[in-house]
Nanobody, 125 residues
Framework: VQLQASGGGLVQAGGSLRLSCAASDRTLSTYDMGWFRQAPGKEREFVARVTWSGEEGTDYADSVKGRFTISRDDNKNTVYLQMTSLKPEDTAVYYC??????????????????WGQGTLVTVSS
């Protein structure tokens, strides 16, 4: 599956952005989808995850819980990350990733096989 992330940009602290991850594959519903981010000089970290459509489940890093919401629209082959109350420390390149269902849930980026190209989010103070 090929993934295309978009929606990044420059926003002031306290603002909102919605990232999108469009998939080329109509079988997106069979993938667990995740968002990860990487700030300059830091390792890639888990942000949020949504389980494949046969099950229900989302998971968030503590740093974004209550501010970010991940969702999926399998009819549009798209996963979203709604980000609110943004902070300067949210500044990073955000990546969407896919993992075939059936292998359990994971926050580890090494467990995701398919990746989008990344979209830059910059939050100014």
């Amino acid at each position: 599956v090929q993934l295309q992330a978009s929606g990044g940009g420059l926003v002031q602290a306290g603002g909102s952005l919605r990232l999108s991850c469009a998939a080329s594959d109509r079988t997106l519903s069979t993938y667990d989808m995740g968002w990860f981010r990487q700030a300059p000089g830091k390792e890639r970290e888990f942000v949020a995850r949504v389980t494949w459509s046969g099950e229900e489940g989302t998971d968030y890093a503590d740093s974004v819980k209550g501010r970010f919401t991940i969702s999926r629209d399998d009819n549009k082959n798209t996963v979203y990350l709604q980000m609110t109350s943004l902070k300067p420390e949210d500044t990073a390149v955000y990546y969407c990733a896919a993992r075939r269902y059936g292998y359990g849930t994971s926050r580890n980026f090494n467990d995701y096989l398919y990746w989008g190209q990344g979209t830059l989010v910059t939050v100014s103070s």
